[in-house]
């Protein structure tokens, strides 16, 4: 009984192996897919092959390597290697081959096994730093994901070269959990493929002179994990942001600005595409009504400054005439059952997720309730990513319901 339900959950990966120093990595993660009981099919362009052996694959992975589009007589082999697949995994991803695929040209069998298939594409890029950031590489990429494509890393760090920056494969151990927790999971998987997601993140910066403003802790890291873990589900995602010290999530489109009216801009010129709009910004409420140009002297009085409100950008969205599917955030320091649902009531909210402001600034853990039409919903501690994938599952579920009505 076991093995017949082992047979018929086990997942088909097409392992794409491409020409990059990499490929030895690409041993470790097969090895770890084969443990993870899933069924490896290995397809190395002829670059590859000058990096790691056939006969290692073919002995890890228990299956004839795929290496050329003439192997097979009927010559259907890219058809039927693709449609067999529920994922395709390219890693090592070298920068060559992601203009290939960006581009949909198949002129080797992994390029047409890519092209032919009608299943997710997952890839790991690796190559030199210069070669990653260079704008072509970025195009590339960009077009990758516009199209669908999931993008696991690159990493930062040492590189083959002797480099140092962007560019590292991610290590097997990281591959192979991603690739287990899209395809483990129905929900996780490409639950949001097709939608764009339009967030807000970080703090604002509310100017006072040249040199000084007003702004808040906000560390951005909570509304950048669910941008990546919204990337990873399938959607394409707009992350306006504020001021921030981390790095733009690999595949989503980040907007960067200073204060809540660029905020504001950059989430009304967004709108109008957006399915989904998480506001996780700490959007300052005020800012000065005349900020001085100049740095300000002091002349041994007091200084009064004029604040007048900023628009509430989350309340905008959400009472536009055809809203997006409105996602709110709020830290209360006191009484969070309380203000949370009275917020989400007067912004007309949806979802809306709330934590303890004294727990949630600058920690990776934090606990998280969210509050729909239905009541709360506890989520339980763990890190943010884990946090924001479960938070995302939620939205998905009362999206499609509220489509369905
Ligand atoms: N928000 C926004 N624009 C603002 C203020 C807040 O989009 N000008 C969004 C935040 O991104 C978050 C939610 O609204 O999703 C927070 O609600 P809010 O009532 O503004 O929270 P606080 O500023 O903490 O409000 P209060 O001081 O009343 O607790």
């Known amino acids: 009984m076991r093995t017949i339900m082992n047979l018929a959950q086990k997942k088909r990966i097409v392992l794409g192996i491409t020409g990059g120093i990499a490929a030895y990595k690409a041993a470790e993660l097969a090895r770890l897919l084969v443990k993870q009981g899933m069924e490896v099919q290995v397809a190395m362009t002829d670059a590859a092959t000058h990096f790691i052996t056939p006969t290692t694959m073919q002995a890890l992975t228990g299956q004839p390597v795929l290496l050329n589009q003439w192997q097979d007589e009927k010559g259907m082999l890219h058809i039927q290697s693709s449609r067999a697949a529920d994922a395709i995994v390219i890693a090592p ?7 290939k695929l960006a581009h949909g040209l198949a002129d080797d069998l992994l390029s047409t096994l890519c092209l032919a298939r009608n299943c997710p594409l997952l890839v790991a890029p690796a190559m030199n730093r210069q070669m990653w950031s260079n704008p072509a590489t970025q195009r590339n990429v960009h077009q990758l994901v516009r199209d669908g494509a999931v993008l696991l890393g690159p990493d ?10 962007m560019g590292r494969m991610l290590e097997a151990e990281m591959l192979a959990q991603y690739i287990q927790a899209m395809l483990g999971s129905s929900t996780t998987g ?26 808040n802790r906000s560390s951005g890291k909570m509304g950048y994990a669910i941008a990546e873990a919204a990337q990873e589900m399938g959607a394409r995602v707009t992350l306006v942001s504020g001021p921030v010290a981390l790095k733009a999530p690999v595949g989503v489109q980040v907007v960067a600005v200073t204060s809540a009216a660029e905020m504001f801009e950059a989430v009304k010129q967004h709108v109008s595409q957006a399915d989904m709009f998480i506001g996780v910004a700490a959007v300052a409420d005020y800012r000065v009504a005349e900020p001085s140009a100049q740095k300000i002297k ?9 604040l007048v409100q900023n628009p509430d950008i989350l ?30 009531q007067s912004k007309k909210l949806p979802l809306l997720a709330a934590n303890l402001a004294q727990q949630a600034i600058g920690a990776d853990q934090n606990e998280i309730i969210l509050f729909d039409d239905a009541g709360e919903h506890q989520l339980p501690r763990a890190d943010k990513k884990t946090q924001a994938r479960e938070l995302l599952r939620h939205a998905v579920s009362l999206y499609q319901k509220g489509k369905m009505q």
């Open 93 to 99: 991803a070298t920068a060559d081959f992601m203009a």
């Open 156 to 165: 930062d760090g040492l590189q083959a070269c002797g480099e140092e920056g």
């Open 190 to 215: 490409h639950a949001m493929q097709g939608m764009h997601v339009l967030m807000t993140a970080g703090p604002t910066y509310e100017a006072i002179d040249a040199v000084r403003g007003i702004t």
């Open 298 to 306: 002091k002349d041994g009085h007091g200084l009064t400054l004029q």
């Open 315 to 344: 309340a905008y969205v959400a009472g536009l005439p055809e809203p997006p599917f409105c996602v709110g955030f709020a830290a209360e320091s006191e009484k969070l059952r309380e203000y949370a649902e009275r917020k989400r």
